[in-house]
């Protein structure tokens, strides 16, 4: 069976902390995608990357970064983590547009 | 701009019922639209609807695409409860990135 994997379920962490969220997928999948997930605003896109060290900008990137050093692993990292960054981190892999993504379980990041 | 809208927000049912989720869309070059159930973790995958298939099922489950009205709808029959869970929609922004863009999310509740 497909997995993707995210390393913490929950995490709480202080203002001002580096964090680094991390996630892997076992299936070969080329794309890699961090969303946020909100209350009443849905899923937005943070980053994504086609490839192995390619990274692009989604929607709302800002105090935010990425890494994909490998191609299954791809890292969300919190530069300075703030309190409006508490929320659910999903992290999700796709092979191409045939099938949609398979998501991770999510991470569940509270700032205090 | 592009948008996924969803309609109810939220909705309380009882066991039995037939439910009809909708979503709608204003997106440039539409190449595909997606459904997902979410429940405590990660969302899974129910349905792909693009302008060649545009109409599945799986059990009690449909979904059927309107391209002329820009939107779409998932019927649930003879509900359960554990059907109880957020239904995202989410549709490929621009034709071959894999991007989505999601809607917020209609949470259903089926009580027993």
């Known amino acids: 069976d497909v997995k993707v994997t995210q390393s913490s379920r929950y995490l709480v962490k202080r203002t001002g902390e580096k964090v680094f969220l991390e996630c892997v997928q076992d299936m070969d999948h080329e794309n890699m995608f961090w969303y946020r997930q909100d209350p009443g605003l849905g899923l937005r896109l943070i980053y994504f990357?086609?490839?192995?060290?390619?990274?692009e900008k989604g929607d709302i990137p800002e105090g935010y970064s990425v890494s994909r050093e490998k191609k299954e692993r791809f890292s969300l990292i919190l530069e300075s983590a703030s309190t409006n960054q508490t929320s659910m981190y999903l992290c999700a892999s796709s092979l191409d547009g045939n099938y949609g993504y398979t998501f991770g379980s999510g991470t569940r990041l509270t700032v205090v | 701009e592009d948008k996924v809208v969803q309609s109810p927000l939220s909705l309380v049912v009882h066991e039995g019922d037939t439910v009809t989720l909708n979503c709608s869309y204003e997106?440039?070059?539409?190449?595909?639209l997606l459904w997902y159930k979410q429940e405590k973790k990660a969302p899974t995958f129910l349905f792909m609807l693009t302008s060649s298939g545009i109409e599945k099922k799986s059990g009690r489950l449909s979904s059927i695409l309107d391209k002329k009205e820009l939107s779409s709808i998932l019927n649930i029959t003879a509900t359960q409860t554990g059907d109880s869970a957020i239904y995202l929609c989410?549709?490929?922004?621009?034709?071959?990135?894999?991007?989505?863009?999601f809607g917020t999310g209609t949470r259903l509740k089926v009580l027993a």
């Open positions: 997106v440039t070059n539409f190449r595909s």
């Open positions: 990357s086609y490839d192995v060290k390619m990274k």
């Open positions: 989410a549709v490929e922004r621009k034709s071959g990135t894999y991007k989505y863009i």
